[in-house]
């Protein structure tokens, strides 16, 4: 069954350099979208892609994040000189491109960001 | 105002016993969809089942299934015989037809079965 792969399962990096989050979602999907939860609380909306460039994004995504598709298969999280409270799980997900409702998003396993 | 809201952060069910999970919803598009979704101590996100605001009927998946009450906005998740492996976060989301394509989620419940 196909899946949403995203590495590294867990990365620690110190305060203020750049890390870049990777994820291969579902080859013919088209939305793809990055959230992230703190350790214990709730799933929060950071971006979402389509037709290569960002359809939305949410208030926690400043100019410290970016997302990109480098090429057919990859999507991207860069986040800028982190910041401690960047600490979170952050998820990948992709849905296909219907016009329908009833198409869920394929969650990737998550990448753990631990900022020190 | 937040778009989806479930209010029990907690919930106990012993085993084989039904369990209802409680989701309210806020949105002013008549086209939504609703979804819940599973979370594992492992982490990941496990979709369960969906409803569409068009639906005429309560989706069921399996040992899941929705009670949905439109007028109401909300979108109950019954489990049914529950098992020590349903221990988990369980997270209800919505996603609005024509303002985007986000998935908003609630701050979820949190699942325990006891054998």
């Known amino acids: 069954e196909p899946e949403v792969t995203q590495t590294p399962s867990h990365q620690v990096t110190q305060m203020g350099q750049e890390v870049i989050l990777r994820c291969v979602p579902i080859?013919?999907?088209?939305?793809f979208y990055w959230y992230r939860q703190i350790l214990g609380q709730k799933v929060e909306f950071l971006v979402s892609?389509?037709?290569?460039?960002?359809?939305?994004k949410s208030e926690i995504f400043d100019d410290q994040f970016s997302v990109e598709r480098p090429d057919g298969s990859n999507f991207t999280l860069k986040i800028r000189s982190t910041k401690l409270e960047d600490s979170a799980m952050y998820f990948c997900?992709?849905?296909?491109?219907?016009?329908?409702?009833?198409?869920?998003?394929?969650f990737g396993q998550g990448t753990r960001l631990t900022v020190v | 105002a937040q778009k989806i809201t479930q209010t029990q952060p907690g919930m106990f069910v012993q085993e084989k016993e039904a369990v209802t999970l409680d989701c309210t919803y806020d949105?002013?598009?008549?086209?939504?969809?609703l979804f819940w979704y599973k979370q594992p101590s492992s982490g990941e996100m496990i979709f369960l089942i969906y409803?569409?605001?068009?639906?005429?009927q309560n989706a069921t998946e399996g040992r899941y299934s929705l009670n949905f009450q439109k007028a109401r906005k909300s979108a109950n998740l019954v489990i049914s015989a529950s098992q020590l492996g349903d221990s988990a976060m369980y997270f209800c989301?919505?996603?609005?037809?024509?303002?985007?394509?986000?998935?908003?989620f609630g701050t979820g419940t949190s699942l325990t079965v006891i054998p």
């Open positions: 997900a992709s849905r296909p491109g219907s016009s329908t409702m009833n198409t869920e998003a394929f």
């Open positions: 080859s013919n999907h088209l939305y």
């Open positions: 892609f389509y037709n290569n460039e960002i359809s939305e």
């Open positions: 949105t002013s598009d008549p086209s939504y969809g």
């Open positions: 409803q569409g605001s068009y639906d005429q």
């Open positions: 989301a919505m996603r609005e037809g024509h303002t985007g394509n986000q998935f908003y």
